[in-house]
């Protein structure tokens, strides 16, 4: 579920993400405002600020080589606020651009449009650096246009746009070998990524091979992800224990791909009409409430690899193991949507649970390649065969879905999904929406139910500088 703030009495908001929480400054909480409106004066007020000041830079587009460097630290009761007087109004172009510092922390940059040469970072020694309300669309080559190495980051309500280079919207790295910790990163809207070189495009990506099995406990939440085709994978996962869930991939050419790392949760995302849906790598992985519809090409693959587990932090495809694949919904995907190993790779998927899911379209609904331990029960068919699922892993029955207004097929009152999962999975407390499973839960993505409202996927009003 979306974590929003609790506004306190102070001006501060506190928010609670999982087992951590982060601490930032609403605008208009410090003690000291001060509207500046050119270069200088803002290169000085940066060099002169305190905890609790508001520095606001005058409408108007500033082209500058310069370093607009912010190295001064606030507190976790009054940051250092850097924002445009007015959202969208302050453009940074030419060569020079912000800096952060390692020695900053609790600061905010909020409301410019960047559009120069010099990327963002947010390095190693930073922590709580919040990158909100902007609209990045670095020029150049920049091959990443924002590197989060330092902790506790939230970068949200952003726009990424444009970039037909190699790199990424954003990476999340860390000191030496290690993982940044705790980066937020959600309602924010990517748009257009056509790099065409191949490998290296992707829109985000959490971590490298050889980070791999850092713990990173990033969230990414609540984006919007469109005409993303820089890479095969639009969210490429590359360390330990992160979250991806209620995002929106939507006309995009790439995945959401656990390529490395171990202990990850992908749930709730909306994946309508793209390439490809969710690519599996890795162990000890949970794959729930997805909705994939209309993919042209592989739906869902379980991986197999080069090795069985890695132990050098390699480049090679590690075979899964130990993966729930549960609860999710594909409809109208390619035929065999779901896809089990590969019979190029030496290592095969090994302890493999896919259960109540429905799966709904044309062609047959597993394409098996290899793997032992595969373990099925409860699936849904409806105008697929079975393929390779085993005759005790699924029934054959017309959930009757209906197309609600926000273009996602739900279950209606009557459906043989109600209340037919064979599991009980205590990972699937939730549905797609967020709503709690209660008593015998429905197969599919979707909870029927009278509680509150749906949750459709994302569009250009949820997200970005604009958006709530």
């Known amino acids: 579920m979306t974590r929003r703030a609790g506004y306190l009495a102070t001006g501060v908001a506190a928010v609670a993400v999982g087992a951590f929480s982060i601490v930032f400054a609403l ?5 000291s405002s001060k509207v500046v409106s050119s270069v200088a004066a803002l290169e000085s007020a940066l060099a002169a600020a305190v905890p609790g000041d508001v520095i606001e830079l005058a409408d108007g587009t500033y082209s500058t080589g ?8 606030g507190t976790a009761k009054d940051p250092i606020i850097v924002r445009a007087q007015h959202v969208g109004k ?12 390692g020695s900053a922390s609790y600061v905010t940059l909020s409301g410019f449009r960047l559009t120069g040469s010099r990327a963002l970072t947010i390095p190693a ?13 670095i020029s150049g080559s920049a091959q990443y246009w924002l590197t989060v190495a330092g902790d506790d980051a939230q970068v949200d309500h952003n726009t990424f746009q444009h970039k037909s280079t190699l790199g990424n919207f954003i990476e999340v790295v860390g000191p030496g070998s290690a993982m940044a910790q705790r980066t937020w990163i959600h309602h924010n809207y990517f748009l257009d990524h056509s790099y065409r070189g191949g490998n290296g495009g992707e829109s985000i990506r959490l971590g490298l091979s050889g980070r791999q099995h850092s713990a990173a406990h990033a969230i990414v939440e609540n984006n919007l992800f469109e005409k ?11 360390s330990t224990s992160d979250t991806i869930r209620y995002n929106t991939l939507r006309n995009s050419k790439g995945t959401i791909t656990l390529r490395h790392g171990w202990d990850n949760l992908v749930e709730g995302n909306y994946l309508l009409g793209n390439d490809t849906g969710i690519r599996i790598f890795g162990n000890n992985h949970t794959v729930i409430n997805n909705v994939i519809q209309n993919s042209t090409g592989q739906a ?6 080069e090795v069985r587990d ?15 694949v549960a609860f999710n919904t594909f409809v109208g995907d390619k035929s065999s949507p779901i896809k089990m190993g590969d019979s190029s790779k030496a290592y095969q998927p090994s302890d493999i649970t896919v259960a109540d899911n429905v799966v709904s379209g044309t062609g047959s609904a597993l394409r098996l390649q290899g793997g032992s331990s595969l373990h099925y029960q409860g699936n849904m068919l409806h105008g697929v065969s079975a393929g390779s699922l085993p005759s005790g892993g699924y029934s054959t029955a017309d959930p009757k879905l209906v197309l609600d207004a926000g273009g996602i097929y739900r279950l209606s009152t009557g459906s043989p999904a109600i209340d037919a999962a064979t599991g009980s999975f205590p990972a699937v ?8 499973r209660t008593g015998a839960k429905d197969v599919g993505a979707d909870e029927l139910g009278p509680a509150g409202p749906n949750r459709e996927p994302l569009t250009t009003a949820d997200v970005g500088p604009a958006a709530n």
């Not at 993303?228 to 590359?238: F, T």
Request: hydrophobic share 40%; aromatic share 2%; charged share 15%.
């Open 27 to 31: 605008p208009g909480s410090a003690a």
């Open 66 to 73: 310069d370093v607009l460097a912010i190295t001064k630290a």
């Open 90 to 101: 302050a453009t940074i172009s030419g060569s020079g651009g912000f800096s952060i510092g």
């Open 125 to 137: 020694g930073a922590g709580h650096v919040q990158i909100t309300r902007n609209v990045v669309q």
């Open 228 to 238: 993303c085709d820089g890479d095969l994978e639009v969210i490429s996962v590359k």
């Open 300 to 305: 869902l693959a379980v991986g197999g690899g």
């Open 310 to 324: 890695d132990t050098t932090s390699g480049t090679d495809h590690e075979a899964a193991d130990h993966v729930l």
């Open 429 to 436: 407390a939730l549905d797609m929406d967020g709503q709690t």
